[in-house]
């Protein structure tokens, strides 16, 4: 059983920062391609930023300068800096991976529970 389990969210001001944390436990065998995902009210979910398979980092045009994602494969654990928020980053943040469990012969998609991120202006 894989579990995804984000912290970090909160409400900041325009201009301040927050940091996203995501561990991924259970019975893993090894952990691919993660990344961080957002969702608006009454928008789609849309890429935020995340590790290719080949190490490669993809970001948004909206957060380029202004996020940067990292990861700690020794803790299974990816990491989102946010700096400079605006209220149009006001989303809930999913942190999503490509785990293969120690149960499966083949890697699946998973996905955390999401965390709130509010910014007010």
């Known amino acids: 059983q894989v579990q995804l389990v984000e912290s970090g969210g909160g409400l900041v001001q325009a201009g301040g920062s927050l940091r996203l944390s995501c561990v991924v436990s259970?019975?893993?065998?090894?952990?691919?391609?993660m990344g961080w995902y957002r969702q608006a009210p009454g928008k789609e979910r849309e890429l935020v930023a995340r590790f290719t398979p080949g190490g490669n980092t993809n970001y948004a045009d909206s957060v380029k300068g202004r996020f940067t994602i990292s990861r700690d494969n020794a803790q299974n654990a990816v990491y989102l800096q946010m700096n400079s928020l605006k209220p149009e980053d006001t989303a809930v943040y999913y942190c999503n991976a490509d785990v293969k469990p120690r149960s499966s012969w083949h890697p699946a998609n998973y996905w955390g529970q999401g965390t709130q991120v509010t910014v007010s202006s």
């Open positions: 259970g019975s893993i065998f090894s952990v691919h391609a």
